[in-house]
Nanobody
Framework: QMQLVESGGGLAQPGESLKLSCVAS????????IGWFRQAPGKEREGVSC?????????AYADFVKGRFTISRDNAHNTVTLHMNSLKPEDTAVYLC???????????????????WGQGTQVTVSS
């Protein structure tokens, strides 16, 4: 059974950091783009960052996280990590990872399309 499980969410103060992990099981992570998305209450789901399946393809970042978030992957451990620095209150949301088919690498920040979703982890940034 193909599955993604997120962890690492929680409460942080503005300016602090959190690390989110996405662990895949039942399939080979190396054969997929892995995206991180977020959804705040009353808002649409939006792409945050994407690790593309080919190592020579650059990761993608939404403009609102560039310079603050970094994505990395460890195919040997079927894990993709999102390092979130300089957190802001507007980063508060449920964060979800998704497996995106390798043919959709250029659109891997788009929530629509064939995606295998994890259950999500809550990130709250508040003083």
């Amino acid at each position: 059974q193909m599955q993604l499980v997120e962890s690492g969410g929680g409460l942080a103060q503005p300016g602090e950091s959190l690390k989110l992990s996405c662990v895949a099981s039942g399939f080979n992570l190396a054969e997929y783009n892995i995206g991180w998305f977020r959804q705040a209450p009353g808002k649409e789901r939006e792409g945050v960052s994407c690790s593309r399946w080919r190592s020579d393809m650059a990761a993608a970042y939404a403009d609102f996280v560039k310079g603050r978030f970094t994505i990395s992957r460890d195919n040997a451990h079927n894990t993709v990590t999102l390092h979130m620095n300089s957190l802001k209150p507007e980063d508060t949301a449920v964060y979800l990872c998704a497996a995106v088919p390798l043919t959709d690498a250029l659109n891997c920040l788009r929530p629509a399309g064939s995606r295998l979703w994890g259950q999500g982890t809550q990130v709250t940034v508040s003083s």
